[in-house]
């Protein structure tokens, strides 16, 4: 076995009212991939940041060496002086900054007169790109042209641009497509036979099998057990480990009698943004119905979320069509028309469109519904804050309290206030695009929960997913979209993942 080089000891860390870590214990060794695993909250995304050296997380007990050298760093500086480097969770590139000026940002290169020697600068950086063998980014592209997953390449070639020894991975994956994760996993396999330790965090637990070598479980702020190799433990054992119960089924499904139709679209079409004359959604027509969840599936770029974008009023005159939610026809110009109309979404990107970060949980419940808490010109501030901690109960969000900035939930319990937001607005029709995304599989399971029970209440609701399992899982019918255009229409009971597939990728007769 490799030599070892972190040990991190007894590690806490207190936030006020959360125990955040508590006597936590984790080794790592030289080139291999170690996984962190755990549900929402558990304290991954902490740990990480106190091994890194984030500002604010100095104060921890316990002691971290590097290399067998006790260490404490008061900033990510100092952590890179060490080879430590982070890739955040949510990215941390400089959006208006080219590609080249992001890798080397505290390290411009300078000729005599002081002036930013950009030659060598786009060198550097095609060096670097070309060592990741990757040939399709332009070092002077500006970072906010490139796809999520281009912009996670250009954070790894920072990294090693900073000789990281140790590399940790904070949800790499979570945006990323098929392709762009087969990528990723690539420079990943390079790295380690170069020796290089990875922290790897995921709650994509097939993901363990292909890229880690062992694996640790973190539960409620306390490690569980010790590593173990991945080769060694099943996925359900590891669920078990990290849920604390075995979880009887994933994909809880129930059915319901189908009722009256809530959503009927004819031909509805989305221009394409930046190309006048082509549409992003073209011709799409469906009804859905009280009583099913209907799901979306295809691969990334079909135009799913930006149909839904769009029957949610958020292009304006961009899209058109017949749309009639519960027998009235509407117009849609404005979410403000959906919402009025009934429709709630649950959009993919929770950061743009879902929450104001540095407002507290009764804010962002509250944001979509506050024409309900106005009573005689007055907002009633005891009634939001009831609600609020309705939806943190009812949906299992873990927070000392509904006083907390979104900022510091997790990631996961930032997209539970998300769904409660818009549960708020007592939708008729609810459209879920990506709603598990970075969610834990014990809360992925409570979500279904959630929706079984709005569905039975009488709530249609449509959703996007990615993962074939879980559009299948909890589906009753299957939209499949191809190009823009609807593919397929499949009773999800007398189809398959491999027929969904084939109508996604165009290859269906
Ligand atoms: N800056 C902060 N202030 C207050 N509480 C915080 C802060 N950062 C994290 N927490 C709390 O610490 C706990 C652990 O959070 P952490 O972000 O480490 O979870 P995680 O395991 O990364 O979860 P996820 O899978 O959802 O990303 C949570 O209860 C969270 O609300
Ligand atoms: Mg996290």
Same mark, same amino acid.
């Given at each position: 076995?490799?030599?070892?080089?972190?040990?991190?000891?007894?590690?806490?860390?207190?936030?006020?009212?959360?125990?955040?870590?508590?006597?936590?214990?984790?080794?790592?060794?030289?080139?291999?991939?170690?996984?962190?695993?755990?549900?929402?909250?558990?304290?991954?995304?902490?740990?990480?940041?106190?091994?890194?050296?984030?500002?604010?997380?100095?104060?921890?007990?316990?002691?971290?060496?590097?290399?067998?050298?006790?260490?404490?760093?008061?900033?990510?500086?100092?952590?890179?002086?060490?080879?430590?480097?982070?890739?955040?969770?949510?990215?941390?590139?400089?959006?208006?900054?080219?590609?080249?000026?992001?890798?080397?940002?505290?390290?411009?290169?300078?000729?005599?007169?002081?002036?930013?020697?950009?030659?060598?600068?786009?060198?550097?950086?095609?060096?670097?790109?070309?060592?990741?063998?990757?040939?399709?980014?332009?070092?002077?592209?500006?970072?906010?042209?490139?796809?999520?997953?281009?912009?996670?390449?250009?954070?790894?070639?920072?990294?090693?641009?900073?000789?990281?020894?140790?590399?940790?991975?904070?949800?790499?994956?979570?945006?990323?497509?098929?392709?762009?994760?087969?990528?990723?996993?690539?420079?990943?396999?390079?790295?380690?036979?170069?020796?290089?330790?990875?922290?790897?965090?995921?709650?994509?637990?097939?993901?363990?099998?292909?890229?880690?070598?062992?694996?640790?479980?973190?539960?409620?702020?306390?490690?569980?057990?010790?590593?173990?190799?991945?080769?060694?433990?099943?996925?359900?054992?590891?669920?078990?480990?990290?849920?604390?119960?075995? !979880?009887?089924?994933?994909?809880?499904?129930? /059915? =319901?009698?189908?009722?009256? #139709?809530? &959503?009927? $679209?004819?031909?509805?079409? *989305?221009?394409?943004?930046?190309?006048?004359?082509?549409?992003?959604?073209?011709?799409?027509?469906?009804?859905?119905?009280?009583?099913?969840?209907?799901?979306?599936?295809?691969?990334?770029?079909?135009?799913?979320?930006?149909?839904?974008?769009?029957?949610?009023?958020?292009?304006?005159?961009?899209?058109?069509?017949?749309?009639?939610?519960?027998?009235?026809?509407?117009?849609?110009?404005?979410?403000?028309?959906?919402?009025?109309?009934?429709?709630?979404?649950?959009?993919?990107?929770?950061?743009?469109?879902?929450?104001?970060?540095?407002?507290?949980?009764?804010?962002?419940?509250?944001?979509?519904?506050?024409?309900?808490?106005?009573?005689?010109?007055? !907002?009633?501030?005891?009634?939001?804050?009831? /609600? =609020?901690?309705?939806?943190? #109960?009812? &949906?299992? $969000?873990?927070?000392?309290? *509904?006083?907390?900035?979104?900022?510091?939930?997790?990631?996961?319990?930032?997209?539970?206030?998300?769904?409660?937001?818009?549960?708020?607005?007592?939708?008729?029709?609810?459209?879920?695009?990506?709603?598990?995304?970075?969610?834990?599989?014990?809360?992925?399971?409570?979500?279904?929960?959630?929706?079984?029970?709005?569905?039975?209440?009488?709530?249609?609701?449509?959703?996007?997913?990615?993962?074939?399992?879980?559009?299948?899982?909890?589906?009753?019918?299957?939209?499949?979209?191809?190009?823009?255009?609807?593919?397929?229409?499949?009773?999800?009971?007398?189809?398959?993942?491999?027929?969904?597939?084939?109508?996604?990728?165009?290859?269906?007769?």
């Amino acid at each position: 076995m490799n030599e070892v080089i972190l040990e991190m000891k007894d590690i806490g860390k207190e936030f006020p009212g959360v125990r955040a870590l508590d006597n936590v214990t984790l080794t790592a060794r030289k080139g291999e991939v170690l996984a962190l695993v755990g549900e929402n909250g558990a304290g991954k995304s902490t740990l990480m940041k106190v091994l890194s050296g984030v500002w604010a997380y100095p104060d921890y007990e316990g002691e971290i060496k590097v290399r067998g050298e006790v260490c404490r760093f008061k900033g990510t500086r100092d952590a890179e002086k060490a080879r430590v480097a982070i890739i955040y969770q949510e990215l941390n590139l400089i959006q208006d900054l080219s590609v080249a000026e992001n890798i080397f940002l505290d390290r411009q290169f300078t000729n005599k007169l002081g002036i930013i020697d950009w030659d060598r600068l786009r060198a550097e950086t095609i060096k670097i790109l070309s060592e990741l063998h990757i040939k399709d980014i332009d070092p002077m592209q500006s970072v906010k042209e490139l796809t999520v997953g281009k912009q996670q390449m250009v954070e790894i070639a920072k990294a090693l641009t900073l000789k990281a020894e140790i590399l940790i991975l904070d949800e790499p994956t979570s945006a990323l497509t098929d392709r762009e994760t087969d990528e990723l996993f690539r420079v990943i396999r390079r790295l380690k036979n170069d020796g290089v330790c990875m922290i790897y965090i995921s709650h994509k637990m097939e993901e363990l099998k292909q890229i880690a070598d062992r694996v640790q479980v973190l539960r409620d702020g306390k490690t569980i057990g010790s590593e173990v190799p991945v080769a060694e433990v099943t996925i359900d054992e590891i669920i078990s480990r990290m849920v604390g119960r075995d !979880l009887k089924t994933l994909y809880p499904k129930h /059915t =319901a009698q189908r009722g009256k #139709k809530i &959503l009927e $679209v004819h031909g509805f079409e *989305v221009d394409h943004p930046l190309l006048p004359g082509e549409k992003v959604v073209r011709d799409v027509s469906f009804d859905v119905y009280q009583g099913e969840i209907l799901g979306i599936a295809g691969l990334m770029g079909a135009g799913r979320s930006e149909l839904v974008m769009g029957l949610f009023g958020a292009w304006g005159k961009s899209a058109r069509g017949k749309v009639v939610v519960d027998g009235r026809e509407i117009v849609l110009r404005s979410p403000k028309d959906a919402i009025d109309a009934g429709i709630a979404l649950v959009t993919e990107d929770r950061k743009l469109l879902g929450l104001l970060l540095e407002q507290d949980i009764v804010f962002n419940t509250t944001l979509a519904s506050l024409n309900r808490f106005v009573k005689m010109g007055m !907002l009633d501030q005891d009634g939001e804050r009831k /609600t =609020a901690e309705h939806y943190v #109960k009812e &949906l299992g $969000v873990k927070t000392p309290t *509904v006083d907390a900035r979104i900022a510091n939930l997790s990631g996961g319990n930032q997209q539970k206030v998300v769904i409660g937001k818009w549960l708020n607005t007592q939708p008729k029709l609810l459209i879920l695009d990506e709603p598990t995304r970075g969610i834990d599989i014990g809360a992925k399971v409570e979500i279904y929960k959630l929706m079984n029970s709005l569905m039975e209440k009488g709530v249609a609701i449509v959703m996007i997913s990615s993962e074939l399992p879980e559009v299948m899982g909890m589906s009753d019918r299957v939209l499949v979209m191809c190009e823009g255009k609807l593919s397929a229409d499949l009773i999800c009971g007398e189809t398959s993942k491999e027929r969904v597939m084939e109508y996604a990728t165009g290859s269906a007769r």
